[in-house]
């Protein structure tokens, strides 16, 4: 039986800071949806990555095109968001009434914010903002999990399980093992898998 999409195409966008591995997230789970059978096309924006700037991918995964790598505006239907204020950067511009919003609670301060050049949001000040912005969203706190796995990069993962929790794709933990035995490395699999499970508990 072909697995259908419940809405084609679907845009997606994850999104973060520098050194959250937001790239792999995107790769990863591009990787899950196109061994489902799906065309699945990714464009990627860095802005100085490497000094905790933002990093955003845009996925747009359909049954039958190809599409153009960047998301129009106010045309995202899922954003995964590794760290809450990127997910209120991105939902001012690709949002829409109908978007879902997927967050991790921890919040990684810009330098104006560390400086006192600029206020960060408390984080109710985002959920509140986020009931304004989208049609449903969960935040989670992902970090934490990561860090008492061992790594606070594999947030990342935990989200990936979160998003297939929530059930907003066909994707599942054996679409997530597959993918990653091609990617990882042997010792690392396993780590993954128990970040995975543990993002699907969360939801």
Known sequence: MKISL?????NIIITGVG????????????GMLV???FIVTIGETFGMSQRGGSV??????????VLSPQIPQGKADIVIALEPVEALRVLTKYGNPDVVVLANS????PMGVITGEFNYPSLDEVKSMFSKLAAKSWIIDATSVAVDLGNPVLSNIVMIGAL??????PINR????????KSLPANKRKINLTAF???VKMI
């Open 197 to 199: 499970d543990a993002g």
């Open 106 to 109: 921890r919040m990684v301060y």
């Open 35 to 37: 061994n489902a059978g």
């Open 19 to 30: 050194g959250q591995g937001n790239v792999m997230a995107s790769r990863v789970l591009a």
């Open 174 to 181: 054996q679409a997530f093992e597959k993918e990653i035995t």
């Open 6 to 10: 419940t809405k084609e195409p679907t």
């Open 56 to 65: 955003m991918s845009h996925l747009r995964v359909s049954s039958t095109s």
């Open 164 to 169: 297939a929790g929530a059930s907003l794709l």
